[in-house]
């Protein structure tokens, strides 16, 4: 009886998975000691002997364990791993970059949802401040000296548009005359060598229009100087004053339409939701005014300096005009060389505006 007991006892068994793991044992820290001291401390198993029967079965199904190789506990690792936590893999790590990604690209898109709305609810409000004013219900901010500076400047600018083009079209015509005494001074130079009878009077007539080609050179070299200068003080400097002008002109409607939905908001009940609004108007109308007085300096600066430049300018293109007008029709070629000289006008070789043979090509 007391055989079949222990036979018993030596049958039982410890459930253990694939993986070296117990099913049924709770995962306490006391497992790994427990562990270590059975294998540190435990039975020498080549020297005891395993009962492969039932309960109760024969003595003769005892098998030594000295035939049996190999060690008779599996250490599985896994198991701590699994207890420690589980470890982040390259899997892991892009999963993480593309989240960040993800939200990378939702934050520019509602930034750009936000843009637009502000974008939208400016438009809507400048709009009806347009309007409103067009149509006499709505009042404008007006500085009655600047606006007159203004004015004057757009009214400037289209007369000197007009000097310009009247200017560019005398080149063109003045250009068209010079090549025509040189192509009659040719002419005459070349009936001089062939007709002796009338070689001195062709003679005379080809080196006078030579002399008129070479001071219309001059000359031409001088209005074409005046033409660039005037082109660039009419559009290059008085272009970015109106440029400015433009931006100042629409801070001023932006300014009212915000100043104009701040006063409706005062004009409102008091309550906590419409104390909310009327803060937030009073916030935007303080950008808005700050934004409106700060180009309205800038314009009042730059309309200074381009009042001073265009005096400084013209008075010495308009000297160059008259003095080089003045001595060609004069004759006085000497004069007219001077001139040039004076106000630092360099003269383009002849066939310098024509394209080179590679750039025709």
């Known amino acids: 009886m007391a055989d079949s007991i222990m036979s018993k006892a030596a049958t039982m068994e410890i459930p253990i998975n694939s993986n070296g793991d117990t099913g049924s044992l709770p995962e306490d820290d006391s497992l790994e000691q427990d562990?270590?001291?059975v294998m540190v401390s435990g039975p020498n198993l080549n020297e005891t002997s395993i009962v492969s029967g039932g309960y109760g079965g024969p003595a003769g199904g005892i098998i030594p364990t000295s035939s049996i190789k190999g060690p008779a506990v599996h250490y599985n690792p896994e198991y701590f791993d699994r207890r420690r936590g589980p470890v982040p893999?390259?899997?892991?790590s892009n999963h993480n970059l593309g989240n960040s990604q993800?939200?990378?690209?939702?934050g520019v898109a509602v930034e750009k949802l936000d843009s637009v709305k502000k974008w939208g609810i400016?438009?809507?409000?400048?709009?009806?401040q347009m309007f409103s004013e067009r149509f006499g219900r709505g009042s404008r901010t007006v500085d009655l000296e600047l606006e007159a500076q203004i004015d004057l400047l757009r009214d400037t600018k289209l007369k000197y548009e007009n000097i310009?083009?009247?200017?560019?079209?005398?080149?063109?015509h003045f250009q068209s005359m010079v090549e025509t005494q040189q192509a009659l001074g040719d002419t005459f130079t070349d009936l001089s060598q062939k007709s002796p009878e009338l070689q001195d009077e062709f003679g005379?007539?080809?080196?006078t229009q030579k002399l008129l080609c070479k001071n219309g050179e001059s000359l031409l070299g001088a209005i074409s100087f005046f033409v660039s200068s005037v082109d660039t003080l009419v559009n290059k400097t008085m272009e970015d004053t109106l440029l400015t002008i433009k931006q100042y002109e629409n801070a001023r409607l932006e300014f009212d339409a915000y100043r104009s939905d701040l006063e409706e908001l005062s004009m409102g009940p008091r309550d906590a939701a419409s104390m909310v609004r009327i803060e937030v108007a009073q916030q935007e109308y303080q950008f808005y005014r700050d934004k409106y007085e700060r180009l309205r300096s800038d314009v009042t600066i730059k309309l200074k300096f381009l009042e001073e430049n265009k005096v400084k300018v013209m008075h010495k293109q308009l000297l160059l005009f008259h003095n080089a007008i003045s001595a060609y029709f004069a004759g006085n070629q000497q004069q007219l060389?001077?001139?040039l000289i004076q106000f630092n006008v360099k003269l383009k070789?002849?066939?310098s505006d024509k394209p080179s043979w590679l750039e025709e090509q």
């Open 337 to 339: 060389e001077q001139t």
């Open 204 to 207: 005379y007539n080809a080196e």
């Open 102 to 106: 993800e939200e990378l690209t939702r």
């Open 35 to 37: 562990l270590q001291q």
């Open 89 to 92: 893999g390259p899997g892991s």
């Open 349 to 351: 070789p002849p066939g």
């Open 122 to 128: 400016n438009t809507y409000k400048c709009t009806k």
């Open 164 to 172: 310009l083009r009247l200017a560019t079209a005398l080149t063109t």
